[in-house]
């Protein structure tokens, strides 16, 4: 009996072991390869790498493309996360409000650029500011509020506006989505309470709604920080893969794919792709123990 | 008598003034609402109008109104883009890619929730801590291992690796522990049934809501993917739909409703099918997003 139990619990083995070799195959050691790479230089060709040591490393820390590419990262992700945070609690109060009509129809409107491919709507963004013919042109010359056609991509807080606000717009139906849900968590007598004692929207807002939804706001600013760090697809499609004006909309992604896949730079390309790891996995160390910290007092 | 007659009207103004005063706060609430709404999709109508539209028009004026070239714009994109192509490489990738995620994925989990071998906890925890890790980390590796197992340029680089879904995984684990008893497995193994029989007779018909709802979102990422299908292909014929309307942009520069009319195509279908599945769509993040 008992020799049969452990055969059985040893099919567990079995059953996880398609993941686990894709898992090794495809991320882990994709990851060990490129952190093996980063100490050579190599063309990507079937030249065998050569190993530089830390020759590498040093360039990368000296990098001002790098570091402009992580300050580029991090300024257009707050211009995102920000306001993102901001309207996806607003709406969600908003629309948790039960006597409320057509609840279905917008969330299913702010939601939608979230579902949609990232390389159309970069795309679809690069001809709307198009210079000078894009429709945004058009329509703010209609509108009189510019006189003559304005170029986004030649100034660097238009074009970095420009793919924060398309962000923006792609992510705040989402929270708003994600917030709702912990408002419904929040159990009603925590409400009604309130209510009780007299207290208004707002202090409710502050006091109630706000404190209980803090573990939610964490865990997006977490998962958004993971995406945003790793931003590619709309600013390289929007700025045609330079990061322009002046690569001050070039992300770290974008950087590493240039060098390694555009300039055949490999050895250097894997060392920027550990710079990057090492940033994420310092983040999210970072995130994890104000996490702890807060379910500590839960 | 008297006065309880005034304070009772007092109380019906009341009332009736803050009645007033809710409605006049719900009507602001709903021009900042539809205010937004129109915000919101008006990139998209403008997407549909221009593509309708002659690329001079376009260029010179503001349009709000469909106009008569869609069929004229749709030859010239289709003179130079295979977009029907591309959406045939883009069902074929994330069909299978979801189809594998979903059979693997719901295994790993099972496998995790049922069985109690060594290192269960651990090789969990090493599943949880890749959902930490962005694919584009190890992206140059990820290339050399494609290259050397010949799957550059393949449509099973962009298959395979979507067995390694951790988001997935955790989930369907979490609604195995929940839903799938453990005298259900006991007795079908008394009825002399093997463990895969359990796993593909029983266990899955118990689970299929969570394999669905994972699954959509598996289909999802697949069809949205642009980083690595950029990466390992190179052959045209077997672009995908976000690679070829990237592409369109560089094709017809100028050419503004060809590439109207490309763009529309990418995401028209995705509008269409989120009108039918919003419900299972908006339900299953906030099962992945909040714990209760």
Same mark, same amino acid.
């Given at each position: 009996m008992f020799s049969k139990k452990i055969r059985k619990d040893s099919y567990g083995y079995i059953f996880i072991l398609p993941f686990f070799i894709i898992l090794a195959t495809f991320i882990i050691y994709p990851i060990l390869y490129s952190i093996a790479i980063s100490f050579t230089k190599w063309d990507g060709s079937i030249i065998p790498p050569e190993f530089i040591g830390l020759n590498n490393y040093r360039r990368l820390v000296g990098d001002a493309f790098f570091l402009r590419s992580i300050r580029n990262t991090w300024i257009m992700w707050l211009g995102c996360i920000i306001p993102q945070m901001i309207f996806g609690l607003g709406l969600a109060?908003?629309?948790?409000?039960?006597?409320?009509?057509?609840?279905?129809?917008?969330?299913?409107?702010?939601?939608?650029?979230?579902?949609?491919?990232?390389?159309?709507?970069?795309?679809?963004?690069?001809?709307?500011?198009n210079w000078p013919h894009g429709s945004i042109n058009r329509m703010l010359m209609t509108f009189g509020i510019i006189n003559e056609p304005y170029n986004f991509?030649?100034?660097?807080?238009?074009?970095?506006?420009?793919?924060?606000?398309?962000?923006?717009?792609?992510?705040?139906?989402?929270?708003?989505?994600?917030?709702?849900?912990?408002?419904?968590?929040?159990?009603?007598?925590?409400?009604?309470?309130?209510?009780?004692?007299?207290?208004?929207?707002?202090?409710?807002?502050?006091?109630?709604?706000?404190?209980?939804?803090?573990?939610?706001?964490?865990?997006?600013?977490?998962?958004?920080?993971?995406?945003?760090?790793?931003?590619?697809?709309v600013p390289y499609i929007v700025t045609e893969a330079r990061g322009g004006p002046q690569t001050t909309t070039l992300t770290m992604v974008m950087y590493l794919y240039n060098t390694t896949f555009a300039n055949y730079n490999f050895g250097y390309g894997a060392t920027i792709g550990v710079g990057l790891f090492v940033l994420v996995m310092i983040f999210v160390a970072i995130a994890f123990k104000i996490i702890n910290k807060n379910a500590a007092y839960d | 008598?008297?006065?309880?007659?005034?304070?009772?009207?007092?109380?019906?103004?009341?009332?009736? $003034?803050?009645?007033?005063? /809710?409605? %006049?706060?719900? &009507?602001?609430?709903?021009?900042?609402?539809?205010? =937004?709404?129109?915000?919101?999709?008006?990139?998209?109508?403008?997407?549909?109008?221009?593509?309708?539209?002659?690329?001079?028009?376009?260029?010179?004026?503001?349009?709000?109104?469909?106009?008569?070239?869609?069929?004229?714009?749709?030859?010239?994109?289709?003179?130079?883009?295979?977009i029907w192509q591309g959406f045939k490489n883009s069902l074929i990738i994330s069909i299978s890619s979801t189809a594998l995620a979903a059979y693997c994925g719901a295994l790993t989990a099972y496998g995790f929730a049922k069985y109690k071998f060594k290192g269960n906890k651990v090789l969990f925890?090493?599943?949880?801590? $890749?959902?930490?890790?962005? /694919?584009? %980390?190890?992206? &140059?590796?990820?290339?050399?291992?494609?290259?050397? =197992?010949?799957?550059?340029?393949?449509?099973?680089?962009?298959?395979?690796?979507?067995?390694?879904?951790?988001?997935?995984?955790?989930?369907?684990k979490l609604y195995i522990d929940a839903a799938v008893p453990n005298e259900v497995i006991e007795s079908a193994r008394i009825d002399g049934c093997s463990e895969f029989m359990i796993f593909n007779k029983i266990v899955i018909p118990m689970i299929i809501p969570s394999i669905a709802t994972m699954s959509i979102f598996a289909f999802i990422q697949s069809w949205n993917n642009y980083l690595i299908p950029l990466v390992v292909l190179y052959d045209e014929s077997k672009y995908t739909v976000p690679i070829l309307t990237a592409m369109a942009k560089g094709v017809y520069r100028t050419d503004f409703g060809a590439v109207y009319v490309a763009v529309a195509l990418s995401i028209v279908p995705i509008m269409i099918a989120f009108l039918f599945c919003s419900k299972y769509i908006i339900g299953g993040l906030t099962a992945g997003a909040v714990k209760e």
């Open positions: 109060v908003i629309l948790s409000e039960k006597k409320l009509k057509g609840k279905g129809f917008f969330r299913w409107v702010y939601y939608l650029p979230n579902i949609v491919t990232m390389a159309s709507v970069g795309t679809l963004v690069f001809f709307l500011i991509l030649q100034s660097t807080l238009a074009a970095r506006a420009t793919i924060s606000i398309t962000l923006w717009w792609m992510w705040f139906g989402y929270s708003m989505i994600i917030f709702m849900a912990g408002i419904k968590a929040i159990p009603e007598e925590y409400f009604e309470a309130a209510r009780v004692d007299g207290a208004n929207k707002w202090q409710i807002f502050w006091n109630i709604t706000l404190p209980c939804l803090r573990p939610i706001i964490l865990y997006q600013v977490v998962t958004s920080v993971i995406g945003g760090l790793t931003m590619f697809d | 008598m008297d006065s309880s007659l005034v304070k009772e009207k007092k109380f019906i103004k009341d009332k009736t $003034t803050q009645k007033n005063k /809710a409605k %006049l706060s719900n &009507i602001t609430l709903y021009i900042i609402l539809m205010g =937004l709404a129109v915000l919101t999709f008006l990139p998209f109508y403008i997407m549909m109008i221009n593509a309708t539209r002659t690329s001079n028009e376009i260029a010179t004026q503001l349009n709000f109104l469909p106009g008569s070239a869609l069929i004229d714009n749709y030859r010239r994109m289709r003179s130079a883009v295979d925890w090493v599943v949880l801590g $890749t959902m930490m890790f962005p /694919a584009q %980390l190890g992206l &140059i590796g990820f290339f050399r291992v494609c290259s050397a =197992l010949n799957l550059i340029n393949n449509r099973l680089a962009l298959i395979l690796p979507a067995i390694a879904n951790a988001n997935l995984v955790f989930f369907v």
